[in-house]
């Protein structure tokens, strides 16, 4: 399973009523970001079988916005094992129960994120491994027997060199006079 892990866009400041900041919405970057990902996704052929996200909006967002821009037209699945509150039990859980997808997107939140990509990768009894996901990170996973395998991690910054790149004009400038 190719196992792609989402850390949802910006969505500005944190508030500080937990019922208020699960509504909290995508930014006017965090959406630009996602349709950026979305090209370089697109560029790179990658397809989704199956998309599961956070409950909260600003996850719900980050998937609806890469899901549609890449294809995706199946429902986005929510499940509260990507939800903030989720332990890794949880995330094992869902895990266990996708197997049978071949490319499946995971879009939730940090911490837990940075600790559930930290226990695919290395083994519990080392505590200081660690994988900085900032918002909008996607890491790219293969789960099969054995150890799970980073194959590749696009931070935001990577994305929009990588967008910028591939939305020049590939003619040359030339000037009539």
């Known amino acids: 399973m190719n196992l792609y892990i989402l850390r949802h866009a910006s969505a500005g400041l944190r508030r500080p009523n937990a019922s208020l900041d699960s509504k909290r919405p995508l930014d006017k970057e965090g959406k630009k970001h996602c349709l950026q990902l979305a090209h370089v996704l697109n560029a790179l052929n990658i397809q989704f079988d199956l998309i599961v ?13 890469v899901g549609t821009e890449t294809g995706y037209e199946a429902q986005i699945l929510h499940s509260t094992a990507l939800a903030p509150e ?20 995971l879009v939730g939140h940090n911490p837990n994120l940075t ?8 083994p519990a009894s080392n505590p200081e491994a660690k994988v900085r996901l900032r918002k ?12 799970a395998t980073l194959q590749g991690l696009l931070d935001p910054r990577t ?5 910028a790149t591939s939305t020049k004009s590939s003619r040359r400038k030339t000037s009539r006079k």
């Open 53 to 65: 996200s956070s409950p909260l909006k600003r996850c719900l967002q980050t998937a609806s916005l």
């Open 86 to 105: 989720a332990t890794l039990k949880d995330f094992q859980k869902l895990l266990r129960e996708c197997t049978k997808r071949e490319n499946l997107l």
């Open 115 to 122: 600790t559930f990509l930290g226990s695919l990768l290395v």
């Open 136 to 147: 909008g990170s996607l890491a790219r996973v293969v789960l099969t027997r054995g150890p």
């Open 159 to 163: 994305v929009r060199a990588l967008y």
